[in-house]
C-alpha cells in the first residue's frame, strides 16, 4: 500500500509564484520594464582635485530646460524629454525613446562648497563640478628636524630651553 502525502495548499501556490516569476523573466515581458523608473536618470558622481563631479546623461534636452537646485544639502536636477514630432500611435513599430519630465536628487556632502557650483552641458552630458570648501581640503604639514613642539611652543632641542 502506498504511503499517504498531506496536501499543502500553499506549497502548491508557492510552486505557482515561482512558475510566474519564470515566465514574467522571459525576454518578451522585458521591454514592458523599461517604463517602471521613467524619471530615472543615471549619475556618475567622482571626486577629482578639489571637487566633486557629476555627470548626467540626458540627451535630446536644451539646456534651458535643465532645472539645478541645491537645497538643504540636496542637489536636484530636473527637466524634461520632449517628443520631437507627434506620430500616432498605431503607427508606431517599436517606441523605445520615454518622454516626460525627469527628476534626480543625491544628498551632497557638507564639504561641498554651494556657492560655486558649476554647470556644463555639452553633447548631450550633463556635467557639474561641485568644489569642496576650502577648510575641507586636506593640508600638508611640513615635518622640521630638530624642534620639538611643546604646548604650542617650538623650541630647538639643541637649546635645552625650557
Do not use: C
Amino acid at each position: 500500500m502506498p504511503d499517504l502525502i498531506r496536501w499543502d495548499p500553499f506549497a502548491e501556490l508557492g510552486h505557482m509564484r515561482r512558475a510566474m516569476e519564470r515566465v514574467l523573466d522571459e525576454p518578451f515581458w522585458r521591454p514592458l520594464r523599461l517604463f517602471e523608473a521613467e524619471s530615472f536618470i543615471p549619475l556618475d558622481v567622482y571626486e577629482k582635485d578639489d571637487a566633486l563631479w557629476v555627470t548626467a546623461p540626458i540627451p535630446g534636452v536644451r539646456p534651458e530646460d535643465i532645472k539645478i537646485t541645491v537645497e538643504n544639502g540636496v542637489l536636484t536636477i530636473q527637466g524634461e524629454f520632449k517628443q520631437a514630432e507627434e506620430v500616432e500611435r498605431e503607427r508606431y513599430y517599436r517606441h523605445e525613446r520615454r518622454y516626460g519630465s525627469f527628476v534626480r536628487s543625491i544628498a551632497l556632502p557638507t564639504t561641498v562648497d554651494v556657492e560655486h557650483i558649476e554647470a556644463n552641458y555639452e553633447h548631450g552630458v550633463l556635467k557639474l563640478r561641485l568644489p569642496t570648501l576650502e577648510a575641507a581640503r586636506p593640508k600638508q604639514i611640513q615635518v622640521k628636524v630638530g624642534q620639538t613642539v611643546e604646548a604650542g611652543k617650538v623650541e630647538a632641542a639643541a637649546n635645552g630651553a625650557r
